[in-house]
Nanobody
Framework: QVQLVESGGGLVQAGGSLRLSCAAS????????MGWFRQAPGKEREFVAT????????YYADSVKGRFIISRDNAKNTLYLQMNSLKPEDTAVYYC?????????????????WGQGTQVTVSS
């Protein structure tokens, strides 16, 4: 199993940018496709973005498409989420997750390993 630790969250003004990182350890990082999810207060956790094991394929939620970029550095065992043009509605705890399916997908139930989450707060 892989262990995941997120970092990079914080407070930012609307229109600003943040880059989240997710460091992986344990089983080989390239054995997993990866994803980012988020959970806002009082809401269910939702899909944000996913990337294949090689980084060659990505998929985004409509709400973040064109503003967020998911990427990975397999040599550093690290997943990233570059968040630009942030909006107050992006405020949430962001989680990275690993799936044994090598292709990108949005099925939360098929992500078997999760990080502890990092808080992102966007002020208006």
């Amino acid at each position: 199993q892989v262990q995941l630790v997120e970092s990079g969250g914080g407070l930012v003004q609307a229109g600003g940018s943040l880059r989240l990182s997710c460091a992986a350890s344990g089983r080989a990082f390239t054995s997993y496709s990866m994803g980012w999810f988020r959970q806002a207060p009082g809401k269910e956790r939702e899909f944000v973005a996913t990337i294949s094991w090689s980084g060659g394929r990505t998929y985004y939620a409509d709400s973040v498409k064109g503003r967020f970029i998911i990427s990975r550095d397999n040599a550093k065992n690290t997943l990233y989420l570059q968040m630009n043009s942030l909006k107050p509605e992006d405020t949430a705890v962001y989680y990275c997750a690993a799936s044994g399916l090598l292709v990108p997908h949005t099925d939360e139930g098929k992500f078997g390993s999760w990080g502890q989450g990092t808080q992102v707060t966007v002020s208006s």
